[in-house]
């Protein structure tokens, strides 16, 4: 006589897809955290639109091709003789400027490459420095911290702010009317070129170019 097993009813086991989930969950659970806040959203910091108007050309003397000269706060240092040159990929603070703000000396970092100048001449910089650098007046004031490149060199400027430092406070400049403009968390910050600074510096320039002795032909 055979005898006949009845089968009760069978329940059914986890899919091949939901282990792989839950071994990966188990070993990996930093990884679907980054997935979740992928998804997740998060609130925008709004900031209002950044415009330029023509009452804002009062006290520039026109007709002008003059660079940007600013003053900022580096290390809670009031600096002048600030260059914003937006075809620098860097921004430079040189030796003498540095030597005033009173860094400590084991915050330079000295392995550095060179530095490729606006004359194809290859500058060897003393080293590097991240330093705070702020923008702009309280309440609508910027700052942010970024790399400078120490160059030893004869200049008049004191610090060159390239494109780095820009792009970080989101930096919209006009050129015509000397004049760069951010978002805060309280409006619209601006700083204003200095006209007279820009033109002063230009004269020192052609004052230390006239006073080198002229170049002497060799012949062998």
């Not at 921004?91 to 084991?106: C, M, Q, Y």
């Not at 309440?139 to 200049?155: A, G």
């Not at 004052?207 to 002795?213: H, L, N, Y």
Request: aromatic residues 8%.
């Amino acid at each position: 006589m055979i005898s006949t097993i009845s089968r009760g009813p069978t329940l059914a086991g986890p899919s091949n897809r939901s282990v792989k989930q839950y071994v990966r969950a188990a070993h990996y659970p930093q990884v679907f955290g980054i997935e979740a806040d992928r998804h997740r959203k998060f609130p925008k910091v709004g900031w209002e639109p950044i415009t330029f108007c023509e009452e804002e050309v009062e006290g520039i003397i026109y007709p002008h091709d003059d660079p940007m000269i600013i003053r900022a706060e580096i290390a809670d240092y009031d600096v002048g003789r600030v260059l914003i040159d937006t075809r620098s990929s860097v921004n430079v603070i040189f030796a003498d400027a540095f030597k005033g703000l009173e860094i400590a000396d084991s915050m330079v970092n000295r392995q550095i490459t060179p530095l490729l100048s606006f004359s194809g001449d290859l500058v060897q910089p003393v080293g590097s420095v991240n330093l705070p650098i702020a923008f702009g007046v309280a309440p609508r004031k910027t700052m942010t911290y970024d790399q400078f490149l120490i160059v030893d060199c004869p200049t008049t400027y004191n610090v060159i702010i390239g494109r780095t430092a820009l792009t970080r406070v989101k930096a919209h400049l006009s050129p015509h009317m000397l004049l760069m403009k951010f978002p805060t968390c309280n409006g619209t910050g601006a700083v204003r070129g200095d006209q007279l600074s820009a033109r002063t510096c230009y004269a020192t320039a052609l004052k230390s170019v006239a006073c080198k002795p002229p170049m002497e032909a060799m012949s062998v």
